[in-house]
């Protein structure tokens, strides 16, 4: 369970200071598919990046699962990060230089698992992600689909339970974005608790249950 | 972390991004190999010449007026071989000549027909001529770089030399020294030493300085205060001396290049921490990326430690074949000349292998320990931000 409150985040732009993030409450139970839903700027991207430990809050409360884990040390934010969180970002990130298969199997590098193991988990990732027949590929020559199944891939790739998106399919086309929507709803019936920052429309008419969380100037509107 | 999928990520990321390493592997092969080369031709001459001093005499006693070296009297050697200790004795007969018309320098030395050290050391080097018969008629073994050069002017069988009474004295060329003594006696012409005397126009009674043993170690100290109290213009230069002044001098030549190639490598450690510090936005979002996978700050260090390392290895390992086929294949073109000179009597002398353990640790610490800092300190520096700030 994910429990957020009274949480800021303010940013320094020379001498002034800009708030992001206002006031921030919001609880995601477990299993639970959120939409932060609102426009370029409403603060819905540095909330995930807080959430997944890649920046902290100014000030407020975040606890997964009861632990604060803005207030960890490297060490368990980083073991934090590599086994509970999956994140797909809106440009992908792939390390261009390595093929599919390479790319799903970067966040097991820093774990303790083995390479057989490593493996057949890469192998099962790329299978729910459906790019296992681009293994092989080097992630340059992909399409922006396919990247975002190969990012999806490594995202699931250390069997999380957090899911993160931010802005995925801003850089699809129609038939790739509701693709990747066939994805996400594979993953909420797998009772992963999913966290999607977007402005795209297709997000509103899901055929899942999930709520949306408009957010708006740092702030959220109705967390209903 | 597991090291073998680490290994293998490694190991696959570093041949994957070959690119980006073989611009600093070029640049650390060519500054490690000047570095090498400089340091194996030093290395090899001291030690080539260590070699040959150590059948110097214990002692050379030499006059002089003005800091300068003077002749003496003949009769100076008796008193000295007087002195209670003292076991053998030569008086040395020697001077520079210069060939016209392009003033080249040789060394000419006296042997003389009674000295029985001289003549074994020269019979060890010379093979053709008959030693009794060199001694008494008017010939000279030359060295390597001499005959080259009297060779060049047409010389091939005698020269002509012009005595300071003005008169030509021909002596004819008995032998030339073996290529392997070139490092002593490149520039060496040996001859008997009354002809010297008449070629340097020296008297018969005087004797350019007096050569010594003495064999028990503790005497010297003793013995050369006695040879002191002689006389008071006579200065004594022990063998330690003499060694002490040639590791001096290539010790000088080697450290200046040294200091320049540290100036180079020290430009080299700051071009790489600049690149590394103002991190280019796809290192560091590489870095930022690593990070919101997972990767603790020293999975990242480690990886980049290892990275680093075998850019380190592979440049130092080509570095060295390189420089060892150069410098003992190829006899070291141009950086001999350094060394051994460059003037109008080239020194042919070939370079025994030898490597210096200690210098050429010296040397990879120098190299790889600024260029490890070059590279981990920005890492560092990029891996404690927020992954998110690395990212943008």
């Known amino acids: 369970m994910i429990k957020i409150e009274n949480l800021n985040r303010v940013f320094q732009d020379g001498s002034d200071e800009v708030q992001v993030l206002k006031n921030i409450d919001l609880e995601i139970t477990d299993g639970e598919c959120v939409i932060l839903k609102g426009i370029s700027g409403s603060g819905k991207t540095t909330l995930l990046s807080i959430i997944a430990g890649l920046d902290r809050p100014s000030s407020g409360k975040l606890l997964v699962d009861g632990e604060p884990i803005a207030k960890l040390p490297d060490e368990h934010l980083s073991a934090f990060r590599a086994k509970r969180i999956g994140m797909v970002f809106q440009h992908f990130n792939l390390l261009e230089h390595l093929s599919v298969y390479e790319n799903v199997i970067v966040p097991l590098v820093s774990t303790d698992i083995s390479k057989d193991e490593a493996k057949q988990k890469a192998e099962e990732a790329m299978r729910l992600a459906n790019i296992s027949h681009k293994a092989q590929m080097e992630s340059s020559r992909l399409s922006g689909g396919e990247k975002q199944r190969v990012a999806i891939a490594r995202a699931l790739v250390a069997d999380p339970d957090l899911i993160l998106c931010d802005e995925p399919t801003a850089n699809l086309d129609r038939a790739n974005s509701l693709k990747f929507i066939e994805i996400i709803k594979h993953l909420h019936d797998m009772s992963k608790t999913i966290i999607i920052a977007t402005h795209d429309p ?7 249950d999930h709520r949306v969380v408009p957010m708006e100037a740092g702030e959220i509107i109705s967390a209903e | 972390m597991r090291s073998s999928l680490f290994w293998d990520f490694l190991l696959l990321s570093f ?4 690119k980006k390493h073989i611009g600093v592997i070029f640049i650390s092969v060519v500054i490690l190999f000047l570095l090498d080369s400089t340091l194996f031709v030093s290395s090899s001459i001291k030690h080539s010449l260590l070699g040959a001093l150590k059948a110097q005499p214990d002692f050379i006693v030499q006059r002089v ?11 100076w050697a008796d008193k000295i071989m007087d002195i209670h200790g003292v076991s053998s004795i030569t008086p040395r007969v020697y001077g520079r000549y210069f060939f016209e018309p392009k003033h080249a320098p040789v060394l000419i030395m006296g042997v003389d027909f009674l000295d029985e050290q001289s003549h074994r050391a020269l019979a060890k080097l010379i093979s053709k001529t008959d030693l009794k018969s060199f001694l008494s008629s008017d010939q000279m073994i030359v060295g390597d770089g001499v005959m080259q050069y009297l060779k060049s002017h047409f010389y091939s069988d005698a020269y002509n030399f012009l005595t300071p009474k003005g008169k030509f004295k021909k002596v ?3 032998e030339v020294l073996p290529q392997s003594s070139s490092l002593l006696s490149n520039t060496m012409i040996i001859m008997p030493i009354d002809l010297a005397r008449e070629v340097l126009g020296m008297d018969e009674e005087t004797v350019s300085d007096i050569a010594l043993n003495v ?3 503790d005497e010297w100290e003793n013995i050369s205060d006695k040879i002191s109290a002689l006389y008071y213009d006579l200065r004594i230069v022990s063998k330690e001396e003499v060694q002490k002044g040639y590791e001096n001098l290539y010790n000088y030549k080697g450290g200046y290049f040294l200091i320049l ?5 020290a430009t080299f450690a700051l071009i790489l921490y600049q690149r590394y510090s103002t991190l280019y936005s796809a290192e560091r979002r590489h870095i930022g990326l690593l990070r919101a996978m997972g990767w603790k700050i020293s999975d990242l260090l ?9 850019v380190i290895i592979i440049a130092f390992v080509l570095a060295f074949v390189l420089s060892y086929g150069f410098v003992f294949g190829l006899g070291a073109p141009l950086i001999r000349q350094i060394f051994l000179g460059g003037g109008e009597i080239v020194n042919a002398a070939p370079l025994v292998p030898v490597v210096d353990g200690s210098v050429l640790s010296t040397l990879f610490l120098l190299y790889a320990v600024p260029f490890v800092a070059a590279v981990l ?3 560092w520096r990029i891996s404690v931000t927020d992954p998110k700030e690395a990212m943008l």
Do not use: Q, S, W
């Open chain 2, 65 to 75: 007026h003005a800091g300068e070296r003077i002749d003496m009297p003949l009769e």
């Open chain 2, 302 to 310: 480690k990886f980049k430690l290892y990275e680093t390392l075998i």
């Open chain 1, 202 to 208: 297709l997000f509103d008419a899901l055929e899942f």
């Open chain 2, 15 to 18: 041949v994957k991004e070959r």
């Open chain 2, 172 to 174: 004819k060329i008995a």
């Open chain 2, 377 to 379: 300190i920005p890492v």
């Open chain 2, 215 to 217: 064999p028990n170690d």
């Open chain 2, 261 to 265: 190639f540290l100036i180079t490598l």
